[in-house]
């Protein structure tokens, strides 16, 4: 399930006092799974020109450049000050694995800000904004990494009640 927008929120108004939470919104504003964000090297990352480069991914179309929006920039220049070949790195400046993450970051996170996500919620609620803003699918599905429609369209995409409300009053 995506993220509320209210829950969004609260992210943006906390990240600058638990780095962290900067992955969240990462994770929220590229459609990336957190195996992909883990994996990404900063030697990928273009930041000059606002993209990065999924070279590990689970499906061959998963391989792909990926925008950077406007607004995560200072997120992905913090994390780019970081001495770590890895984006995103534990305090000790090594890689995460997927566990360590989840365990020790992910988890307490959720708990201190009394909320109730997985990591792949983050992709539903990429997914569902770019929908709600009327992005073409064919943009969404190579941003986020999927090659046939119907995922993107029946797994992945929610849509709040205001945007349906707004859509049958256009009728």
Not at 71 to 92: N, R
Not at 95 to 107: A, E, I, L, M, Q
Not at 150 to 156: A, D, G, L, P, S
Request: with cysteine; proline share 5%; hydrophobic share 35%.
């Amino acid at each position: 399930r995506p993220f509320t927008k209210k829950d969004i929120q609260k992210l943006w108004s906390c990240y600058q006092s638990n780095e962290y939470v900067s992955v969240i919104l990462i994770l929220i504003y590229t459609g990336l799974r957190i195996s992909e964000l883990l994996a990404l090297r900063k030697d990928d990352i273009h930041l000059q020109d606002r993209w990065f480069f999924v070279r590990q991914a689970k499906t061959s179309a998963g391989v792909r450049e990926v925008p950077i929006a406007e607004k995560i920039v200072p997120l992905f220049k913090h994390w780019l000050s970081k001495d770590c070949d890895a984006l995103i790195c534990t305090p000790e400046s090594g890689p995460f694995t997927y566990r360590n993450y989840y365990d020790s970051y992910w988890k307490p996170l959720m708990n201190q800000l009394n909320m109730s996500y997985t990591p792949h919620c983050t992709r539903h609620t990429c997914i569902s904004l770019l929908t709600e803003r009327a992005v073409d699918e064919r943009i969404i599905q190579q941003i986020v990494g999927h090659k046939g429609q119907n995922v993107t369209q029946i797994v992945y995409t929610h849509v709040d009640l205001p945007t349906k409300l707004e859509a049958v009053n256009r009728i």
